[in-house]
């Protein structure tokens, strides 16, 4: 079975601060696709990345940074210099190969960051 | 990448009818997937809907209840039947490439009174 678990369900921080949200996940699947996704109070998702199996490099996008680590099945998620903006439900998702293409989500956790 | 229109956005509906939402996709796609948001809580697939063949659903959610149409490769509806109060959810429709992200419409924010 395929399982995603996001174990914070809501962190609050005040602005700057670094914030990491955390991701384990569980597949039997040896080619899979990792998923964030935002989603601000308006409803829509947020494409933040996708990383796969086979690539484990760390990712950084500006504030946004990912590490990924198959040993530990863990893909987290950290902001650094948190803002207001920030404030969000973030999910994290997982697509095995097994799957064609449905994303099984974790159930999320919602950011606050207070000015 | 994929830009995908969902209609209405929005919608207030008296249990015991039906509402059917739209999914408009600009290219053209094998597998469109539905999910449901309910308040508060994350996303489940409802069914992923293949065209010119009868949708699969996932555990606990039929047909009856949530009948797919799929008439081409850029489009397909989800209809929410004889609705309760436990229906109101967001519904998202969402394509997927092998080896890309996962697209998703804006959500159709649906409450049944």
């Known amino acids: 079975a395929q399982k995603v678990t996001q174990a914070q369900t809501e962190i609050s921080v005040v602005e700057k601060e670094d914030v990491t949200l955390d991701c384990v996940y569980e597949?039997?699947?040896?080619?899979?696709?990792l998923f964030w996704y935002k989603q601000p109070p308006s409803g829509e998702l947020v494409f933040l990345i996708r990383r796969n199996s086979f690539d484990e490099q760390n990712e950084i996008s500006g504030r946004y940074s990912w590490n990924f680590q198959k040993s530990t099945s863990s893909f987290n998620f950290t902001i650094t210099a948190s803002q207001v903006v920030d404030s969000a439900v973030y999910f994290c998702?997982?697509?095995?190969?097994?799957?064609?293409?449905?994303?099984?989500f974790g159930q999320g956790t919602t950011l606050q960051v207070k000015p | 990448s994929a830009v995908i229109s969902q209609k209405p956005s929005r919608d207030i509906c008296q249990r015991g009818t039906s509402l059917t939402i739209q999914c408009q996709v600009d290219s053209q796609v094998t597998m469109m997937f539905w999910y449901r948001q309910q308040p508060g809580q994350s996303l489940t697939l409802i069914a992923t809907a293949n065209q010119g063949s009868e949708a699969t659903y996932e555990s606990g959610f039929v047909i009856d209840k949530f009948p797919i149409s799929r008439p081409n490769l850029t489009f397909s509806t989800l209809t929410v039947s004889n609705m309760s109060p436990e229906d109101s959810s967001i519904y998202l429709c969402?394509?997927?490439?092998?080896?890309?992200?996962?697209?998703f419409g804006q959500g159709t924010r649906l409450t049944v009174v």
């Open positions: 998702a997982l697509s095995g190969s097994s799957n064609t293409g449905k994303l099984i």
């Open positions: 969402s394509v997927y490439g092998q080896g890309t992200e996962a697209f």
């Open positions: 597949t039997r699947d040896t080619t899979y696709y």
